[in-house]
């Protein structure tokens, strides 16, 4: 169980709060563009990763050769944040220190993907392409970075970052998982979801069955 609680780490629950308090950290810094650019990184992201996910969840659509069904939440949000929240968080230091902060973070997402894989909640090809594009995405704005406006020191910017991560957390963001069940059985005009199982060697049962639960979304269900 201590291992879940690693896991959990990358859940919507953790992970878009911090990004949000990326974005306000930011903004403080009147790094407006910068900020921008990161929001829509960010979202443009999650919404990838819900399409691929919806593709299999509505549609049944999927690589059975690769055992690739979606991408993961959990691998892609910790790879894109993690580097850049350590990235951020070093501001001010040599551009080395910067980017081994960068580097620690890809290496705790990889370590965490590890973990999605050895527990059998996603497929090494699953895990191994979320992280890529995680870290491709926190790479963007590493280079954006050095283009745009750097954020000013603030002393502010520490106490409203930490208010916008725990403002966000109450508001749920997890419960975005549930609804994509709803949204794919919707679209797809489908009365039930196909199923989503967490062993590698299931990938090629195609069985419009019941999900257990939300379709593996719990906090301790990795997406």
């Keep these: 169980m201590a291992w879940m609680h690693v896991i959990d780490i990358g859940h919507t629950a953790v992970m878009v709060p911090t990004a949000g308090a990326i974005a306000v950290w930011l903004i403080c ?18 919404g990838l990763v819900a399409l691929s996910k919806l593709a299999f969840l509505g549609w049944g659509l999927y690589v059975p050769s690769l055992g690739f069904k979606a991408l993961s939440g959990h691998a892609w949000r910790t790879a894109a944040v993690l580097p850049v929240l350590l990235f951020v968080l070093l501001q001010g230091a040599p551009d080395r220190w910067r980017e081994r902060g960068f580097a620690a973070g890809v290496a705790l997402s990889i370590g965490l993907g590890a973990l999605l894989i050895l527990f059998r909640f996603h497929t090494a090809s699953e895990v191994l392409a979320s992280l890529v594009l995680g870290v491709a995405a926190g790479r963007v704005f590493v280079r954006l970075s050095a283009t745009l406006p750097a954020p000013g020191a603030n002393r502010q910017a520490v106490a409203m970052s930490l208010l916008t991560f725990f403002f966000i957390c109450s508001l749920k963001p997890s419960a975005i998982n549930h609804r994509l069940v709803d949204v794919a059985l919707y679209f797809s005009g489908r009365d039930q979801p196909y199923r989503w199982t967490s062993s590698v060697d299931a990938c090629a049962a195609r069985q419009p069955r019941a999900l257990q639960g939300a379709s593996k979304v719990g906090l301790h269900s990795p997406g």
Excluded: D, E, V
């Design 29 to 46: 810094g009147r790094a407006w563009k910068l900020a921008s650019c990161w929001c829509l990184i960010f979202a443009a992201g999650l």
